[in-house]
């Protein structure tokens, strides 16, 4: 556990002392928020970086202080981080240009950070209130609401947030606008002033109709010859794709979820619901 912000500006000290060639990092998570004093400790360091180039010098100069490099829990699937690295109470978790997987890095969001310290050639950046409260609404570890609701008690520029929403929410990654929507109007019940709420909530609807359609002509076109498939280390249970299957195929068993191949039409949409990405398609 991290509890003073000196020992995070200390880490990057020493990891300077590994980083020959320029790199640049952005925290995000409970150690960009313990910079806004928002937290007094943070289990891990959250940070992305730029590009591939920067990931290897970064995962080098970690292992050179002796972190050693683990797997990610089944529990961050959805967050795909690219690597967890840990020493003794220290853990970083060090995600490359895309968090969640989904999330892009975008130029905005490194236009909105801000410089939080300098370490020879490591440059440490710190993310927006806004950007770190968007991916606190579309992930589900311990803690995040109540991140949320810390953030919110601070001025938000909703309008950034807003737009950030709009820019990263396309295509396949529309569904973060259900759990974004769900997130926000958490926090508008317990009494948070979210001024883009009815926006947020008629994309929502939109975004469902949408996707509703698309089911619809997927059932009845036959779709795909694939079935979908229950990966049981990483289902927590949530009986979210149990309620959605149109198909009545998946029922609950053992605290998790099972697939009745017969009555799957391989539609898909327990796949984009599962948000611990437990649910495959295959032939
Ligand atoms: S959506 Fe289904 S498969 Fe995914 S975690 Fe929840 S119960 Fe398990
Ligand atoms: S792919 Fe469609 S039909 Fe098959 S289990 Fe998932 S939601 Fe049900």
Known sequence: ???????????FDRLSEHISEKCS???????AMMTYRLKSATKDVDIIVENQTVFDRMEKALIEMGF?????ESIYGRLNISNIYIRDDYRIDMFSERICGKLSLSRK???????HSEHGKLRLYVCSLEDILLLKSITDRE???DDCRKICRHDIDWDSFFDEMVSQSQGENEVWISYISDRLTALSEAGFFIPILDSVQRMEKEYLERWSGSLLRKQTSGVSGKKARIVRSSCKGCHECVELCPSEAISFEDGGACIDPDRCTGCGSCVTICRFDAIILRT
């Open 68 to 72: 050693e490099p683990k797997i990610p």
């Open 25 to 31: 990092v952005f925290m995000v998570g409970g150690g």
């Open 109 to 115: 969001m490194i236009d909105r950070s801000h410089l």
């Open 143 to 145: 803690g995040d609401y």
């Open 1 to 11: 556990m991290i509890t003073e912000p000196d020992r995070i500006r200390e880490l």
